[in-house]
Nanobody, 125 residues
């Protein structure tokens, strides 16, 4: 089992940047595919980005492609989401998630077993 704790959210102006971190407990972090999802008020949770166990494969939602970058440091048990050129529509609670089964990337939230508590990102116009 793994526990996930997100951090790095906050209030930023449109065009600004934020870097989210997700710290995982346990010694098997490198065996988990990781993902970031977000949920805006009144909307369903949506996929943002995912990364494979060793960080060699990444996948992004079209809405963030070219602006967001997912990465991981297995030595630090941490996955990151660098968010640049933020837009008001990026405002949401951002969650990281872990999947212990898939070797590649996972875009379906139903495939993830473990979730963090979320961190709020607010982008003002």
């Amino acid at each position: 089992q793994v526990q996930l704790v997100e951090s790095g959210g906050g209030l930023v102006q449109a065009g600004g940047s934020l870097r989210l971190s997700c710290a995982a407990s346990g010694r098997t972090f490198s065996s988990y595919a990781m993902g970031w999802f977000r949920q805006a008020p009144g909307k369903e949770r949506e996929f943002v980005a995912a990364i494979s166990r060793r960080g060699r494969i990444a996948n992004y939602a079209d809405s963030v492609k070219g602006r967001f970058t997912i990465s991981r440091d297995n030595a630090k048990n941490t996955v990151y989401l660098q968010m640049n050129s933020l837009k008001p529509e990026d405002t949401a609670v951002y969650y990281c998630a872990a999947d212990p089964r898939v070797i590649g990337v996972v875009v379906d939230s139903n495939e993830y077993d473990y979730w963090g508590q979320g961190t709020q990102v607010t982008v003002s116009s």
